[in-house]
Structures are given as structure tokens and as C-alpha cells.
């Protein structure tokens, strides 16, 4: 068994940024610059290259949009640091078995597993919680608080609603989407080219799905 250090480039997960970064390069070499945190892109150069054919989140634009899409889309992004390490004492014929169990957190287990595994996976079978409020041993309520989920989403401010007829089922999705998003992204990194991701779901979440 290889013993790794923490300055190994095993130990941390592909910072995709940088990758996209680089691949963006190759592409309009024009639009990367030196920023405070090294290679940068210039963003109002990447939209003069697409003219009319470019939006913002800010503008009005057919899609699935909810409070926190944004951070949950950076999340994907953001590198791990963690490990992943073998348990030879805990397994069974340790040296002849070609499976492999992982437990931890999903969302850190699936970005280390992208370095090796990146393009290569057929099939991933994911069982998110449904969000139906049943007692379940993982956090299965996602359910944000009716005024949090006001202020957040601009319907009111100090407790005082700006309109009459406010949208409230909102809320019942929002943690639960920002929950799902960066799992699926991260997954979708390790798909082959013909491969499928199967998700078990039921009706309440099905459609956000």
C-alpha cells in the first residue's frame, strides 16, 4: 500500500475552475488575464465575443430558478481536501476483491472519486431524500421557515410583507434543490459518454428533479 502525504496531488480533489479556466484558454486565449488569485477571466471580453447571444441571471429567461441556485452551482466547483483511504482490516480478501465501498459524505465522495474516474462511469444510482417530511435517519425535511424564506426571497423586510398574495410554496424546494444540484453536477463529471445517472424518487420532488 502507497502512503501519501498531505502535499500529494491525491489528497485534493480537481479544482474545476482552474480546468475550466484552462479549456477556456485554449479556446479565446484573449480572455484570460492575471487577477488577484492568478489566471482570470475577462468576462465583459467573453460577452462582446457573443454579442446578442449572451444573458445574465438577472434578465428574464425561461429555466428553474430559486434563492441559493447561485451558491449551489459554486459549491460543485469548489475543490475537497479530503481523502480517501483504505481499510484493509475491514475488508474481506482485501487483495483479490474487485468491489469497492466508500462511506462518507456523497457530495465529497464524488468529487475525489472525479480524479480517477472522470468520463468512466456507466450507471450511477442516487436515492435522495424525498423531502416528505417522513422521520427518516438523514435529514428529510427541507422545508424553509415561511418568513426566512420571505426575507430571502425579497417578499418582505423586518416581518412586514410587501405584497398581499405572497408565494410560499417555494419554500418547501429550496434547501432540498440546493441540496441535489451540486450532487448531480459532480456526478454528471464522472459519466461516461453513453452513461445514465438513475435517480429514486417520488411525485413531491419529481418535476424540480
Known amino acids: 500500500m502507497e502512503k501519501i502525504t498531505p502535499d500529494d496531488p491525491l489528497t485534493k480533489s480537481p479544482d474545476l475552475v482552474a480546468e475550466n479556466i484552462t479549456k477556456l484558454k485554449e479556446l479565446f486565449p484573449e480572455l484570460i488575464t492575471e487577477g488577484e488569485n492568478g489566471a482570470s477571466v475577462n468576462v465583459d471580453g467573453l460577452k462582446l465575443l457573443f454579442g446578442d447571444q449572451s444573458v445574465t441571471d438577472a434578465e428574464e429567461k425561461f429555466g428553474l430558478n430559486w434563492h441559493g441556485k447561485k451558491k449551489a452551482r459554486q459549491t460543485a466547483l469548489v475543490p475537497s481536501t479530503g481523502t480517501l483511504r483504505p481499510c484493509p482490516e475491514q475488508s474481506v480478501r482485501w487483495d483479490q476483491t474487485k ?6 459524505d456523497n457530495l465529497e465522495a464524488l468529487k475525489l472519486l472525479q480524479k480517477s474516474y472522470s468520463r468512466q462511469v456507466k450507471l450511477i444510482y442516487i436515492d435522495p431524500p424525498y423531502n416528505t417530511g417522513g422521520d427518516f435517519v438523514y435529514p428529510d425535511d427541507f422545508r424553509d421557515g415561511v418568513a426566512n424564506y420571505l426575507k430571502l426571497t425579497n417578499q418582505s423586510d423586518e416581518g412586514v410583507r410587501f405584497t398581499s398574495n405572497v408565494e410560499t410554496s417555494g419554500r418547501y424546494h ?36
Do not use: F, H, Q
Not at 99 to 104: A, K, P, Q, T
Not at 202 to 209: P, Q, S, T
Open 99 to 104: 468491489n469497492l465501498m466508500i462511506e462518507g
Open 174 to 209: 429550496t434547501d432540498w434543490l440546493n441540496m441535489i444540484l451540486p450532487r448531480i453536477a459532480v456526478a454528471k463529471n464522472l459519466l461516461s459518454e453513453d452513461g445514465a445517472i438513475a435517480v429514486s424518487i417520488d411525485d413531491v420532488e419529481y418535476a424540480n428533479l
